[in-house]
């Protein structure tokens, strides 16, 4: 135990981390910074990495500049390109959670499957029959890890090999195959460049068009990896200028600023306008939708993928799949030996299907019932000392998750920093808070490009969207530091942390 500066012993908490991706690495690393010890990682799955050990797909790759998806606490001066792929990603992730100590300490294959408050203190089940009673626990699960199927009649009836982008078969050759794409948003478009250099023959089945803004993806030359390795500042500054144009070109654009959106629409459609020549197939991948609608696809290798000879956009709707193929509407059927299924995930599972009960026996499927929402997109009503990371209108413009996570991370240590000074054993939100901050959220809302008129991951059953409406910078301000008066303290009849 540390000692305050009146002489009190600051208590030492017990926390549950669910989930050893990007953020639950980031938590751990920052929990123990803090002087926190006692803290049990659940990793579902054999290995750490989330997202970038699940999606192996061809192509796959970081949106946002790669300096930019870096702890701040540990730049890398080696990536290879400006939007560096997923193995890379992968390594970067197994790399820093092995120098930090996080690798040893998790607990892989075993998942939380019941967390359940009372008194203070969280009972967390795990599927190895494990149970931890802790603090606090941390959900760290992210929001895209729950891969949707399409719901089209026949599905299962396919004779050849089909399956999901998050579930990619390395055992499978494409070479010579006729091959279908369902999907045309941010990992079809990475995917579908490489599989069109293998298939003999790919067919496109395109829902919904996209806008592409053409950023390049600048490779790094030996001669860039050492002059980052001998000058940290410089990775500092090139950070800084990728933030500067996210923030006010890319978050502001989509966020109802007319300038910076204005420059995203001429940059996006004249991209479309000089990319593809055949005016029919340009017509046939133009969005009837205003930009940022959807959240906007960072890509040079789409269009000229999709305008080669082997490859077929296909824009009739899909009315059933076969053993042979795809049916469209118009009674054509796509003969295909593999069919790839590029169709999201979904957003609003979080760390479900875990069970989580909180006050009152509340089950966390009940108090989402008719929506899924937070305080602060941290905090969950009557559900005290549960937090999430990435919760509900975290996302932000085309920005970088790791900023947000660690913005997050430095939010939560200051809660718990005060149950360590004994200022309350749980803590809740009041509902008035978490009123306000949702109605802020719907009105923020009004003029962005979420709202436009489209449908997209980022909407929810009502049509609302779960993403932060307003400026990066007002998000860090409003984060900097908790508004306590926003909070119900909780006292126990067992201190917590003494059971």
Known sequence: MGIEENGAALRSPSVVVIGAGMTGILMVIRLRQAGIKDITILEKKTDLGGTWRENIYPGVACDIPAHMYTYSFEPNPDWSHRFAGGEEIQQYFQRTSAKYGVTDSIHFNESAISSVYDNGRWTVETSLGNTHKVDFVINCTGILHHPVLPKIKGLGSFEGEAFHTAQWRSDLSLEGKKVGVIGTGSTATQLIPEVAKEANKLSVFQRTAQWVAPVPNKPFSNWNKRFFRSNFWAIKLLVNAYSFGLKHIFTKGVSGHKIPHTFLSVLCKLNLRFSVKDPDLRKRLRPD?????????????????????????????????????????????????????????????????????????????????????????????????????????????????????????????????????????????????????????????????????????YLDADGDPVVWPYTWDRWVSEMKAPSMEDFIPLYCETPAGQS
């Open 289 to 457: 939708y205003q930009v940022g609608c959807k959240r906007l696809i960072i890509n040079t290798t789409f269009y000229p993928a999709i305008q080669r000879d082997n490859v077929d956009l296909v824009t009739e709707g899909i009315q059933e799949i076969t053993p042979r193929g795809v049916i469209t509407t118009d009674g054509k059927e796509h003969v295909l030996d593999v069919l790839i299924l590029s169709t999201g995930f979904d957003p609003f599972a979080f760390m479900r299907p875990m069970a989580v009960t909180g006050l009152n026996g509340l089950d966390i499927n009940e108090a989402w019932r008719d929506k899924v929402q937070s305080y602060r997109s941290v905090v969950i009503p009557n559900f005290p000392n549960f937090f999430l990371m990435l919760g509900p209108n975290t996302p932000i413009g085309n920005y970088s998750v790791i900023a947000m996570s660690e913005v997050q991370a430095d939010y939560i240590l200051k809660l718990i920093a005060q149950w360590q000074a004994r200022d309350f054993d749980a803590l809740d939100v009041k509902p008035e808070a978490f009123i306000s901050f949702n109605q802020s959220m719907k009105e923020g809302m009004k003029g962005t490009a979420w709202t436009s008129g489209c449908q997209s991951w």
